[in-house]
């Protein structure tokens, strides 16, 4: 046996490509509007604001290690029961905890064709093979991914809505894939844009964990609540998942100014009104302008939209995106999601929405 001369990373780390976040920045541009990164452009509610601020005059003290005060709001917001509530930094923290947990070297995880980059990092860093899933017009499709399900199987990922595409598929349908499932199969409902679907047919999934013991729900405050910055997540599951998975998590893994923002931000009600009514004007307003420009966009129930460009010369989303940065508009490329001709937009504010139109425009020679 060859003698090693440096460390070597577990098999699967370096298969994974590493994640890289949307752009933010535009040289040269005065002004820059950045809509890579799904953030609400309401910004967090004034009380998060100000519980988070409030925290700065105790820094030196450890936060509550088991962020009770969070976890009580979400209860009292969802009607959930707090001991079955796990919190993290971010949605991402708790996507690799149930990986962590619930995978091992030789096991699968499925996931969708263009679902939620975190999912292959996750299952790849603990030595498990991921599972592509095809999906049937950016949508996920519950028979393909039953069909993907073998004996190594040990969890099912689905973002619903997902990201990028906007896509979900209804409550009916995430029953039907629950109930092919082997029992010992974990199923993973990240609903991170779960707050602004306006669909009857939907729901997060908070009830098919109530009556089940092989489901959990992901939720995030970086989208509608507008904490990005602080790095907050949760999970609703049954009891032994979360007795699992807090098992494993960092004894703080969440910090004390997260805590109290985000329970701040469950208080203001008012907020939310208003962010949703804002994406609900706007995601209408940009999907149908942009349509009209000969531009295929996908139908989304998120807050942002997948634009599709022609596939010749000229009208690439490789040279829109140049020329919407040039004028500040910052948009996420998805080529890493298999999207290479496609660019994502998250909703923005009225300036932000009609500059991007206007732009666009100017690029499909409809100005």
């Known amino acids: 046996m060859t003698a090693l001369m440096r460390p070597v990373p577990r098999p699967g780390v370096l298969d994974i490509a590493a994640y890289v976040p949307g752009k933010s920045s535009a040289p040269g541009v ?41 976890r009580e709001a979400i209860g ?19 996507l690799n905890l149930i990986a962590r947990a619930y995978l091992a070297d030789g096991d699968e995880a499925i996931h969708t064709t263009h679902g939620f980059l975190v999912y292959p990092i996750a299952t790849l860093g603990t030595g498990a093979k991921p599972v592509v899933a095809a999906e049937r017009n950016f949508t996920a499709d519950v028979d393909a991914i039953l069909k993907a399900v073998t004996p190594k199987t040990k ?17 009916d349908e995430v029953k039907r ?13 990240d609903a991170a844009y779960a707050e602004y679907v306006r669909r009857n047919d939907y729901e997060s999934g908070i009830e098919l964990v109530a009556t089940s013991e092989n489901v959990v729900m992901c939720r995030t405050f970086s989208k ?25 998590r960092g004894p703080f893994n969440v910090s004390a100014p997260a805590i109290a923002a985000g329970a701040a931000a469950l208080a203001d009600s008012a907020h939310l009104d208003r962010s949703r009514e804002h994406n609900d004007r706007w995601l209408a307003w940009l999907t149908e302008e942009i349509s009209r420009l000969g531009l295929t966009v996908t139908p989304s129930v998120g807050n942002f939209i997948l634009i599709h460009f022609p596939d010749q010369p000229g009208k690439t989303a490789k040279e829109a995106d140049a020329l919407l940065t040039s004028r500040g508009c910052i948009l996420r490329q998805v ?26 425009a100017e690029f499909m020679g409809r100005a």
């Open 224 to 248: 509608i609540y507008g904490l990005a910055a602080l790095r907050l997540g949760w999970l609703y599951g049954p009891a032994h998942i979360v007795d699992a998975l807090n098992r494993i």
């Open 155 to 171: 969890i099912v990922f689905l973002a619903n809505p997902n990201n990028p595409t906007g896509t979900y598929i209804p409550f």
């Open 335 to 360: 080529g890493a999601y298999k999207l290479p001709n496609a660019l994502r937009m998250s909703v923005g504010t009225e300036e932000a929405n009609r500059l991007v139109v206007k732009t666009l």
């Open 177 to 189: 894939l629950h109930a092919g499932l082997p029992p010992h199969v974990l199923f993973v409902l």
């Open 30 to 70: 005065a002004k820059i509007f950045k809509l890579s990164s799904n953030e609400t452009p309401l910004g967090p509610s004034p009380k998060a604001v100000e519980a988070y601020n409030a925290v700065g005059k105790h820094l030196e003290e450890y936060p509550d290690g088991a962020a009770t005060e969070l």
């Open 76 to 94: 009292r917001t969802f009607g959930l029961d707090p001991a079955r509530i796990v919190c993290g930094a971010g949605s991402d923290d708790i």
